[in-house]
């Protein structure tokens, strides 16, 4: 599986392939190297990216405010920071663990 995840400092970094406009939100496995989701929301006015931080934080099982879009806020290529002492629920969410 490739590794779609990279630690950096104290963070985690995810390299995320976002699919908007899907009949529900979830995982779509990973290639490339980029977590691939499926969103239930379109891609407009932030309803996509809201709704990716919503599902990232439930599957991490963090608050939202733990996840960050540091590069492709409107783009379908993301990179969402997550606060590192979630590291190893990343890890297993995808597969690595």
């Known amino acids: 599986m490739n590794n779609c995840f990279r ?3 104290d963070r985690i970094r995810l390299e995320i392939k976002a699919i908007p406009s899907a009949s529900k939100t979830e995982l779509a496995g990973v290639k490339d190297g980029r ?3 499926r ?3 379109v891609a407009e006015d932030g309803k996509a990216n809201a709704e990716l931080i919503s599902f990232l934080s ?6 939202k405010r733990d996840l960050r879009i540091i590069s492709g806020e ?3 290529v993301k990179v ?3 606060a ?3 590291g190893e629920r990343v890890k297993r ?3 690595e663990g």
Request: a positive charge; glycine letters at 14%; charged letters at 30%.
């Open 7 to 9: 630690i950096d400092g």
């Open 35 to 37: 977590l691939r989701v």
């Open 39 to 41: 969103l239930a929301a």
């Open 58 to 63: 439930k599957r991490i099982g963090c608050a």
């Open 74 to 76: 409107r783009a379908r």
């Open 80 to 82: 969402i920071e997550v």
């Open 84 to 86: 590192g002492e979630f």
């Open 93 to 95: 969410i995808v597969g």
